[in-house]
T-cell receptor, first 116, second 111 residues
Framework: DAGVIQSPRHEVTEMGQEVTLRCKPI?????LFWYRQTMMRGLELLIY????????DSGMPEDRFSAKMPNASFSTLKIQPSEPRDSAVYFC??????????????FGQGTRLTVV | DAKTTQPTSMDCAEGRAANLPCNHS???????VYWYRQIHSQGPQYIIH???NNETNEMASLIITEDRKSSTLILPHATLRDTAVYYC????????????FGQGTTLQVKP
């Protein structure tokens, strides 16, 4: 398996523009996580899905952020409108939750977003 | 989810064992201890996890105290490539267990 695939790897956009980050989880995994990482705040969990259903979105900073998982093999994180303070590295991760045991989460290489 | 406390940074000589401590005094009975690491500019990488027994794999060993309030990650023979930020996380078992990262320990392996 190619692992968790994120695109694009780098994104530079102007303030006010819409940004869409994409993630393809590992085949067969049923949990998906979106994280944001900055120097100031470290790794923050934004939202996670289980079996394509959002379980907890309490980490989503505000209404400008939205995430979807239309099927088991694809998820998007959208920011509209984008602001300079959204500049960060965004990671997607997936894992297999099997009953009472969790396997480890595998992370993608991240998308470095710069909003100017 | 229980919170964890880790030292901000540690140094280790190349070839020596690196022992990274973690306190999780409020851990619940159904929470596992996970360790991840993040090498600069990469996504976090899973290392090991355990519930109450000591665990070992090809990367590291995990020692959990009998009362489960603290644990130690051991890298038996640290190399320069082990320089990274190491995160200790406690996570509820089950499909909805969140994976929350703290600030971690920055381990610098020196030649």
């Amino acid at each position: 398996d190619a692992g968790v695939i994120q695109s694009p790897r780098h994104e530079v956009t102007e303030m006010g523009q819409e940004v869409t980050l994409r993630c393809k989880p590992i085949s067969g995994h049923n949990s998906l996580f979106w994280y944001r990482q900055t120097m100031m705040r470290g790794l923050e969990l934004l939202i996670y899905f289980n079996n394509n259903v959002p379980i907890d979105d309490s980490g989503m900073p505000e209404d400008r952020f939205s995430a979807k998982m239309p099927n088991a093999s694809f998820s998007t994180l959208k920011i509209q409108p984008s602001e300079p303070r959204d500049s960060a590295v965004y990671f997607c991760a997936s894992s297999l939750g099997d009953g009472g045991v969790n396997t480890e989460a595998f992370f993608g290489q991240g998308t470095r977003l710069t909003v100017v | 989810d229980a919170k964890t406390t880790q030292p901000t940074s540690m140094d280790c000589a190349e070839g020596r064992a690196a022992n990274l401590p973690c306190n999780h005094s409020t851990i619940s009975g159904n929470e596992y201890v996970y360790w991840y690491r993040q090498i600069h500019s990469q996504g976090p990488q899973y290392i090991i996890h355990g519930l109450k027994n000591n665990e070992t794999n090809e990367m590291a060993s995990l020692i959990i105290t009998e009362d489960r309030k603290s644990s130690t990650l051991i890298l038996p023979h640290a190399t320069l490539r082990d320089t990274a930020v190491y995160y200790c996380i406690v996570r509820v078992a089950g499909n909805t267990g969140k994976l929350i990262f703290g600030q971690g320990t920055t381990l610098q392996v020196k030649p």
